[in-house]
DNA sequence: TGATTGACTCGTACGGCGTACGATTAAATT
DNA sequence: AATTTAATCGTACGCCGTACGAGTCAATCA
């Protein structure tokens, strides 16, 4: 009855199904495998985007035939799954600087978060999705440890953590959608001009025209915190 | 070459073209437009979600051919577009209380933008994606002069407005796709519980089964307007 | 009036998608 | 040597968006 393979683990024989008799097709591919498929896809996402993800060119990409990838993954939606936990994993503040204070080791790890999404840009509309792998409860985990030891009450802890949730979602979302090319730059500049009758405020901060995102994020997330635990 | 119309406005001419001659098809449909079309489309995205919105089924409840509609928007995507927007309006504030606080004001628009979007959960995932129609940049007028006029320096104008923005959309995002049925949430419980070892703290503040989106929404945007805006 | 045009509708068809199903093969086990 | 298991893949099905072109009317023009 074929009971597929579905949690981790994979033994990865060394095997060869190349050409039964002729030698024609040498392809030295290495068999495949969770980690294979899950790599691939991971690249396949990065040059192509979310809608370039099929079965069939991931497979091609692979050296092997479409249904072949089906013994490895239950459906395309966990491979959606498994390519986003992997791209979110977390190691760490830089060991030399062990333990600065709390609020260093959170900006730490959500700049670590959003420029780990950023680098795979189809992973941030991903994310809210897909069910929360290992790497991202961990990173929550971190966040809700280190939030609880620098003070922040029990009763606002889950408020606390969903609101940094909800930030670095929202920003990274934004980032990685509004990522306009200059043409599309100029042709909002454009709109916005043209209506700055009815958005005079937007229009005289350059609201849509500020590109520096990292700077925003880092602020905001500076605000954030200072809602959240006032210093001292 | 049958150039397609793309922008608003419709006529309308009454026209029928039930059948040729007898009668026994006479659905009296009314004639298709770009208006019915979007409200349509929103009725069907409320009932099936983003992936049950296909041409043929929306042309069927609109008691039309598929291809008709392509008369009217050039394709699925403008579509999304077109339902999105018409799904963002805002009236502003209840008239009754005209010039509360600034604070009031703010908290009002968002709480009223959050649920515009969960009144249709397809919504959320589908804005960023989008370009920012004239519902969404009149939200954002509307917030920044209000900010500005409640004193936030200009230098920190466009921060707090994006602060506010990503905290807006992570939030209907993740609340709307975590929506769990009853079985999800237990089986998120056990999966949690099982794993403790791995994630204490946020299996001790029960951080997956906290229910109070509501309530954690409003005082997140508390916390988030205290660090914007320090109080006096 | 009859012919023409333009607005609108829709049947058919095409290429591409995810994947069910079953045949096939090679390795491991008995 | 016989059997079981792990893995691969060709074929086919149903569904999708939509290109294409033929139809149907109403309004306009000759």
Known sequence: MAAKRSGAGSKGSGRRGASPQSGQEQRSEPPLSLERIVATAVDLLDAEGVDGLKMRRLADRLGS??????????????????????????????????????????????????ASMLRHPWS?????RRALGPNILSRLELLSKTLSGAGVADADLNVAIWSLWNFVLG????????????????AAQQRLTGLSQHYPTIERSRLLLDNDWDGAFRKGLDFLLDGLAPRQ
């Open 124 to 128: 941030a509309s991903l994310l809210p």
């Open 65 to 114: 035939g479409a249904m072949s990838l089906y013994w490895h993954v239950g459906n395309k939606e966990e491979v959606f799954d498994l390519a986003l936990d992997s791209v979110l994993e977390y190691r760490g503040p830089s060991d030399i600087v062990e333990s600065r204070d709390w609020r260093g080791e959170v900006v730490h790890m959500l700049e670590d978060w959003r």
């Open 171 to 186: 920003a990274t979302i934004t980032r990685a959608n509004f990522d306009l090319s200059d043409d599309d730059r100029a």
